[in-house]
């Protein structure tokens, strides 16, 4: 297959799966004008009608639905057979990658001249957000995403935890009650955090042998924001529930003091997901590799 024709099939592939020129032609790095001449070419050739085009979305005819279904796995195959073949060394091009503010500040990041420096042609656009994007959507290759997955059309493969513990700074437990069981979190100043997307407020369980303990308290302040939330333990506004690699250099500084330590709090699945639809290539399975071995090697985030 002549390698015009296969790069005007994968443009098209992802028209569809993204239901824009425009978004398409960000994902391949090609321009949007070579891209509409790749499908007006393609149309001609097959003698059909691929794509229904209006001012406010671009989605498939029924010949195009059909031919579709069959292109996308002759790209998959041709995918698959580059993966075996290509050497690594050369691995180049843009990866899209999502993930949450904790994983990427304190996990991700600090590691990724590792990364680049064994794969220096790879770019990498690293988003940070709390809301489960549309990975196929907004063209993004892989995410790593805390909590349960539960869109049917993404690969997920779990990769570690986000470990919470229970901290509050000095001076607020200077002058704070005794605290030596969760029930006396009842009579403390406890700040609240709600997740942005869902609105739905943070709770846990506290674990100490066999004895569990879940945490239903009515905050005294709430916040949605993950700095803003720690900034106000920080301040002496009382006591919160943070994942511990956000906290770490707080406690290491003595800013922070972590309470009720003998008491185990409930931890976050961390997996990480792709499309179906999508299979890997080689560099974003690079990366997808890269990033399972730095959680397995890390013992505040891998899995239990």
């Not at 009720?260 to 990480?272: D, F, G, H, K």
Request: aromatic share 8%; net charge neutral; proline share 6%.
């Amino acid at each position: 297959m002549a390698l015009d024709r296969l790069e005007a099939i994968r443009a098209f592939c992802r028209i569809v799966e993204l239901g824009s020129f425009s978004k398409a032609s960000e994902v391949l790095g090609v321009a949007k004008t070579t891209i509409s001449g790749q499908i007006q070419a393609l149309e001609e050739r097959l003698g059909m009608t691929l794509l229904h085009r209006s001012t406010r979305r671009v989605y498939p005819t029924t010949d195009g639905t059909a031919y579709y279904e069959q292109v996308k796995i002759l790209l998959e195959n041709f995918d698959d057979l580059e993966n075996l073949i290509q050497d690594k060394s050369t691995l180049r091009g843009k990866i899209k990658i999502e993930t949450t503010a904790p994983l990427g500040s304190n996990l991700l990041i600090p590691a990724l001249p590792d990364f680049l420096q064994k794969y220096p042609e790879i770019r990498l656009e690293i988003r940070c957000s709390e809301r489960a994007v549309d990975l196929i959507q907004e063209g993004v290759d892989c995410a790593l995403r805390g909590g349960p997955v539960t869109e049917p059309d993404l690969v997920c493969k779990p990769v570690g935890q986000m470990r919470f513990c229970l901290c509050a700074a000095p001076r607020y437990l200077n002058n704070a009650p005794e605290l030596s069981h969760p029930r006396d979190l009842a009579q403390h100043q406890y700040i609240g955090f709600r997740f942005p997307v869902t609105d739905k407020l943070h709770t846990y369980t506290l674990k100490n042998g066999d004895e569990i303990y879940n945490v239903e308290l009515s905050p005294y302040l709430t916040f949605n924001n993950a700095d803003v939330y720690c900034n106000a333990s920080l301040a002496g506004l009382g006591i919160i529930a943070m994942p511990r690699a956000s906290v770490q250099r707080y406690f290491e500084s003595g800013e922070l003091v972590e309470v009720l330590p003998n008491w185990q709090t409930s931890s976050m699945p961390i997996s990480i997901v792709y499309p179906y639809s999508r299979r890997l290539s080689a560099r974003v399975r690079a990366f997808v590799d890269w990033a399972t071995s730095l959680f397995e090697n890390n013992p505040m985030w891998g899995k239990d």
